[in-house]
């Protein structure tokens, strides 16, 4: 007598590798987006957290002006004063550290300029390359803050004391030199600077350096021209890079867009003929 013969089938359908990969896949997948917009969003509050510091930095120094002596002030007289006592301040200590002070005040310039040129470029605030901004600080400070010092120097003492040109019209040819000499001697050299500090090959940046020269110094013009016939005018020549870094700050934004911009092309040329 045979006995019945039992059958049994397991179903694999659910635990089959073909499914479960795809489930993994996409739990993986949600993991990382998480992650990757966790990292977006801190980015987000540490930009903000700069930006909040330099401004809390300006004002509490300004704040703390006259504040011993400053009491019982009428508000249009605190609006007069501190102003004033800001910029005898200012003079105070640019005559007994020159080259550190225009130091300073191009570093902060070049970041101001650098975040308005990343968000003039569509980036969000979450999106700011803060080493890029650190970059073009630093370039800044070691670069354009000096070297401006001697150059305006150098060039008053050329125009004035060398070739007597004291007449009225003697701003002229220094808006000339100075768009066709210097002008392109710190574009080329915030150029190199940036590309040393991110460690690049150098026939890039000299490639860069070539590629950008022409279209800058027409850029240039488009601002420059107007703007050193105060420069050059009007200004002292102590008080003159303070007034170029208030136009540096536009002019940051399109030498910053432009460095990026020529960098990326040609990194690109670089991996596409790999």
């Not at 590798?17 to 990382?32: A, C, G, M, R, W």
């Not at 170029?244 to 020529?262: F, G, H, M, P, R």
Request: hydrophobic share 45%.
């Amino acid at each position: 007598m045979n006995s019945p013969r039992v059958v049994c089938r397991l179903d694999m359908s659910e635990t089959t590798p073909e499914t479960v990969q795809p489930q993994s896949i996409k739990e993986s997948d949600v993991l990382v987006n998480e992650a990757i917009n966790a990292s977006i969003e801190l980015k987000g509050y540490i930009n903000i957290f700069i930006m909040i510091g330099i401004a809390a930095a300006a004002f509490s120094h300004l704040e703390t002006i006259d504040q011993g002596y400053m009491r019982g002030w009428t508000p249009s007289e605190m609006i007069v004063r501190i102003p004033v006592d800001a910029w005898n301040g200012y003079n105070q200590i640019l005559h007994s550290a020159p080259v550190a002070t225009k130091a300073v005040t191009s570093a902060s310039v070049y970041a101001i300029g650098d975040i308005m040129a990343q968000k003039s470029e569509g980036k969000s605030v979450d999106e700011i390359d803060q080493m890029r901004t650190f970059r073009s600080l630093i370039a800044g400070l070691i670069g354009h803050g000096p070297l401006s010092h001697l150059w305006y120097n150098i060039s008053e003492s050329c125009f004035t004391d060398v070739l007597h040109w004291t007449q009225w019209w003697s701003f002229l040819p220094k808006i000339l030199v100075d768009q066709t000499v210097w002008g392109p001697i710190w574009n080329n050299t915030y150029i190199l600077l940036l590309g040393m500090m991110q460690l690049r090959p150098v026939k890039d940046i000299t490639r860069e350096m070539r590629e950008t020269t022409m279209p800058l110094i027409l850029s240039g013009l488009k601002l420059w021209p107007l703007a050193h016939c105060v420069t050059y005018g009007l200004i002292p020549v102590e008080n003159r890079l303070l007034w170029v870094d208030l136009v540096e700050i536009i002019w940051v934004s399109i030498l910053a867009s432009t460095a990026a911009k020529a960098s990326g092309e040609i990194e690109n040329k670089t991996e596409a003929t790999r």
